[in-house]
């Protein structure tokens, strides 16, 4: 067998890109475990950006951080755990941390040793402002520097001066511990950084910081608004309006847009109100109260006539929708940009370009309300055959892609660049080539359309 290993070596040639490396790796990668370690070395080399000396020298695909996403993006789109990206990356700390910009990371090995450690902590979710993560045991050490005992495990980064701590369960969420614990949402981000602005970094089974030496130490009290003598309950939206004589608990499955229509309130409206919010309503906070009137009120919606064009608009719409639209879809939860472009036999490019606020991956897209499907003059196309290749080209399709393809996957929930590659067995870069759209960070990648991953 090593006669064999021997004579493999020796007749392999280098590919002159990495891709191509890459592709002629993975497909003898079972048949040799000696090749990783002797070409993973050279491969660093063809990095644009400086390699730790302590990175695997098993890794066979590398990537260059130029700052466009962030470490946990990074293992998501490439589909590998946590777990695997510090063992490959020595210099990657716990909650993916120490992810540097301007420095390569492995991203790929094959060939590795048995691992005999133990797992370490999964990534969090994004997808929910609660703790996921399961870190491991409890231990307690004293900090040095100001003679607070700090329980351990903690939440990366936290403050070097915190004297009061809270063990998260699985489960709760940022809002939560800072009602119970008398501080602001505010309070627990600036303690606890690594959580990030919507809580989707906070860990279960740690401690994190809700107090710090010569910070608040009571927890506030529902009070009455001196000026205006209505009762507020706590814990409430940051900045919410202080003439405020109504409120909304905000339960999970909530969003602005929902929350506006039971009350009978614009979406506007109720962003006026509750300004941390946020346009895009991601900065509703679960578990805190919102404010859904205010004193003198605010008359309910309409359906209107939108001056110019004699088209009936009903309310409440999209923000930044064009003036000139005639045909409306109400967005129903769930909804995607692409779901939507696809039942009106538009491209999803249209369908951004007449809702721009959006945006071009859909995550401005508000749930229940109306966005515009159709504009004046418009004519939507029909699924047609690519003059010149005779293959029939099913629709929505990726924006850009190549006329050439032959074979089309349909992208569904959880599909990325690198899962979709794998499945088909083609390079990523290839599938980039193929759907240019997608960009190298596969950021443009759209649900419910359908991408190339052959060509004539």
């Given at each position: 067998m090593s006669d064999q290993y021997t004579l493999y070596i020796a007749t392999v040639t280098l590919p002159e890109s990495v891709t191509e490396f890459k592709m002629?790796?993975?497909?003898?990668?079972?048949?040799?475990?000696?090749?990783?370690?002797?070409?993973?070395?050279?491969?660093?080399?063809?990095?644009?950006?400086?390699v730790d000396v302590n990175t695997t020298k098993y890794c066979t695909w590398y990537y260059d951080n130029d700052g466009a996403n962030d470490c946990t993006t990074v293992l998501r789109l490439w589909d590998v755990t946590l777990?695997?990206?510090?063992?490959w990356n020595p210099s990657i700390t716990?909650?993916?941390?120490?992810?540097?910009?301007?420095?390569?990371?492995?991203i790929e090995a094959f060939g590795e040793p048995p691992v005999t450690t133990q797992p370490l902590p999964t990534l969090p979710t994004t997808t929910a402002a609660s703790s996921t993560v399961n870190p491991p045991t409890t231990t307690t050490t004293t900090n040095p520097g100001n003679g607070i005992e700090t329980p351990q495990p903690t939440q990366a980064d936290m403050v070097k001066n915190c004297n009061k701590f809270y063990f998260v369960k699985t489960g709760e969420g940022c809002s939560k511990i800072a009602s119970s614990n008398g501080v602001s949402v505010a309070d627990i981000f600036a303690w606890n950084p690594s959580v990030g602005a919507d809580c989707s970094g906070m860990w279960a089974e740690v401690n994190i910081c809700v107090g710090i030496i010569g910070g608040p130490t009571a927890a506030p009290p529902t009070s009455t608004a001196p000026s205006n003598g209505v009762e507020t309950p706590s814990p409430i939206q940051d900045g919410m309006v202080t003439n405020c004589n109504k409120?909304?608990?905000?339960?999970?499955?909530?969003?602005?847009?929902?929350?506006?229509?039971t009350y009978s309130i614009s979406v506007s409206n109720f962003i006026t109100w509750n300004p941390a919010a946020g346009t895009d309503c991601t900065g509703l906070w679960l578990n805190t109260y919102a404010c859904v009137a205010i004193i003198g009120g605010a008359p309910a919606p309409t359906t209107t006539t939108t001056?110019?064009?004699?088209?009936?608009?009903?309310?409440?719409?999209?923000?930044?929708?064009?003036?000139?639209?005639?045909?409306?879809?109400?967005?129903?939860?769930?909804?995607?940009?692409?779901?939507?472009?696809?039942?009106?036999?538009?491209?999803?490019?249209?369908?951004?370009?007449?809702?721009?606020?959006?945006?071009?991956?859909?995550?401005?897209?508000?749930?229940?309300?109306?966005?515009?499907?159709s504009i004046i003059g418009h004519t939507p196309p029909t699924t047609t055959t690519k003059p010149g290749n005779g293959v029939a080209t099913p629709t929505p399709i990726q924006d850009g892609m190549t006329t050439s393809c032959k074979t089309f996957h349909f992208v569904q929930s959880g599909d990325n660049c690198a899962t979709i590659a794998k499945a088909r067995g083609i390079s990523v870069a290839n599938f980039v080539k193929w759907n240019p759209a997608v960009g190298t960070s596969c950021t443009g990648l759209w649900l419910n359309t359908y991408a190339c991953v052959a060509v004539l």
């Open positions: 002629l790796f993975s497909s003898f990668a079972l048949f040799s475990v000696a090749l990783p370690v002797a070409l993973g070395r050279s491969l660093i080399e063809r990095q644009n950006y400086y777990e695997a990206f510090m063992r716990a909650g993916c941390g120490n992810f540097k910009t301007s420095q390569s990371y492995c409120f909304h608990f905000v339960k999970s499955g909530d969003g602005c847009a929902s929350i506006a229509k001056a110019g064009n004699g088209i009936a608009t009903p309310t409440p719409t999209q923000p930044g929708i064009v003036s000139n639209c005639d045909k409306f879809q109400f967005v129903e939860k769930g909804s995607t940009c692409a779901t939507i472009a696809k039942a009106h036999g538009i491209a999803v490019s249209q369908f951004v370009s007449w809702n721009p606020s959006v945006n071009s991956d859909c995550s401005g897209m508000w749930a229940e309300v109306y966005v515009c499907v």
